[in-house]
């Protein structure tokens, strides 16, 4: 089947720390199921998706998985070449990749384009549900330095399927709104 007609064909990018998710939560949107198989994708550079946005624009998203390649500190700048909105995911039970997320903007503001629109992402909320003394980064904590840092805050689950939608589609409408 053709495409529907776009206004805009958008390249979003997900970076952070190998295994907070980034290939679950990108396969829940696009497939709106899961990976079938395990560890780190290896050569699936980007995934399309046609979406009609809350306002009435129609997007063309152009998804870019890292490929594994975050594990050996090996992201090329193709990945953040014309990308137009990010997702910096950790994981909530891992506080080192809250941590590293600083790094990650560092990465974004050397390799990426100028005025891209960021959502910060807290994976893995799931596990937090049941044991929350499994929680080692609070929403508060979280929220405070997406807003000091202009960053979109959402926290998620890949596997629960909680606002993995919401995400993507909240970060393309910044996009488009301010297109
Ligand atoms: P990536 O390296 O950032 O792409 O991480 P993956 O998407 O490969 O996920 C790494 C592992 O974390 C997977 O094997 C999943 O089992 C697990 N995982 C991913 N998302 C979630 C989630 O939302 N909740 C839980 N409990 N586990 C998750
Ligand atoms: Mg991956």
């Not at 997702?87 to 100028?114: A, C, M, N, Q, S």
Request: contains cysteine.
């Amino acid at each position: 089947m053709a495409d529907p007609e776009y206004d805009y064909l958008l390249k979003i990018i997900l970076i952070g720390d190998a295994g907070v998710g980034k290939t679950f939560l990108l396969s829940r949107y696009i497939n709106e199921e899961l990976p079938r198989k395990k560890g780190p994708t290896i050569g699936v550079e980007f995934a399309t998706k046609s979406i009609c946005l809350a306002n009435g624009g129609v997007v063309k998203a152009q998804i870019w998985d890292t490929a594994g390649t975050e594990r050996f500190k090996a992201i090329t700048s193709a990945h953040y070449r014309k990308s137009v909105g990010a997702l910096v995911v950790y994981d909530v039970t891992v506080r080192d990749t809250f941590l590293h997320v600083k790094k990650w903007l560092d990465e974004l503001r050397e390799h990426g384009e100028p005025g891209i629109v960021v959502t910060l992402v807290g994976n893995k909320v799931d596990l937090v549900k049941d044991d929350p003394s499994l929680r080692q980064v609070t929403t508060e904590e979280a929220q405070k330095f997406a807003t000091k840092n202009d960053l979109l805050f959402e926290e998620s689950s890949a596997i629960e399927d909680i606002n993995v939608k919401l995400i993507f589609e909240n970060l393309l409408q910044k996009v488009y709104d301010v297109k």
